[in-house]
């Protein structure tokens, strides 16, 4: 098995140390809700530092890629490292390892990341290529995690076709959503309502006709997936 490029991970922490803002972080962990700590640098800073760690240490393949990424997300002590390792996982330059091996490793993220900041990247920006990619293995799956005790896959299942467009498949979609239609989790009748709104913007016909048709969808969900139609 491949192991973690170390350099890597090591000067990830390293440059998120120095890049540290104490009285930053406070904020950033209290709006966040999280139990992790924070090191108090904010996107554009951590943009700059990745692009510098990337140019810097180029990963030989996929399988050093997903060492790496999961060394970085398991022993994140702060939560900008775990941001890193996402974004480690779209490098443009690994673009052409995409695939559906990477979906245990999202999986993984989706289910101990456990909150909105995480599990909506990875639904829309990880979960969603692959779908495009490969329906005929990435469908049947997100069908199975919109029925799954844990609630962020079951978000995931909901919003993994957000900037879909045309290219949405309103099987799945209305699937994913009815499975949840009744859940009074706040992140998934949130979700349903910016699948919905999303999805207006292609189709509002659909979405109108899909609303009408499901008086049992919460007000949250209604309200959210009703904005621009």
């Not at 939560?79 to 490098?91: D, H, K, P, S």
């Not at 290529?129 to 079951?154: E, F, K």
């Not at 509002?204 to 621009?228: C, D, M, N, Q």
């Amino acid at each position: 098995m491949a192991t973690a490029d170390m350099p890597l991970v090591t000067a990830a922490r390293t440059g998120l140390a120095d890049l540290a803002d104490p009285v930053r972080a406070v904020g950033m962990q209290k709006y966040m809700k999280s139990t992790m700590p924070y090191r108090g640098v904010p996107s554009p800073e951590r943009t700059v530092l990745s692009k510098q760690l990337f140019r810097d240490h180029v990963l030989p393949d996929v399988d050093t890629l997903v060492a790496t990424a999961l060394e970085l997300w398991r022993g994140a002590k702060f939560r900008e490292e775990r941001y890193l390792a996402i974004t480690l996982t779209g490098e443009k330059a690994y673009t052409s390892w995409q695939s559906t091996s990477l979906l245990p490793m999202y999986e993984e993220m989706i289910v101990t990341g456990a909150w909105w900041d995480y599990v909506d990247e990875l639904a829309i920006r990880r979960i969603r290529p692959l779908l495009r990619a490969d329906p005929v293995q990435l469908t049947p799956i997100m069908r199975s995690w919109s029925t799954n005790p844990d609630p962020w896959r079951r978000r995931t299942s909901v919003i993994c076709q957000v900037t879909a467009k045309t290219a949405a498949n309103t099987t799945l979609l209305s699937h994913c959503i009815e499975a949840n239609i009744n859940n009074p989790d706040f992140f998934l009748r949130k979700g349903i309502g910016w699948a919905l709104r999303d999805y207006s913007k292609v189709d509002a016909t659909w979405v109108r006709e899909f609303i009408r048709t499901h008086p049992s969808l919460s007000p949250l969900s209604r309200r959210e997936g009703s904005k621009y139609i």
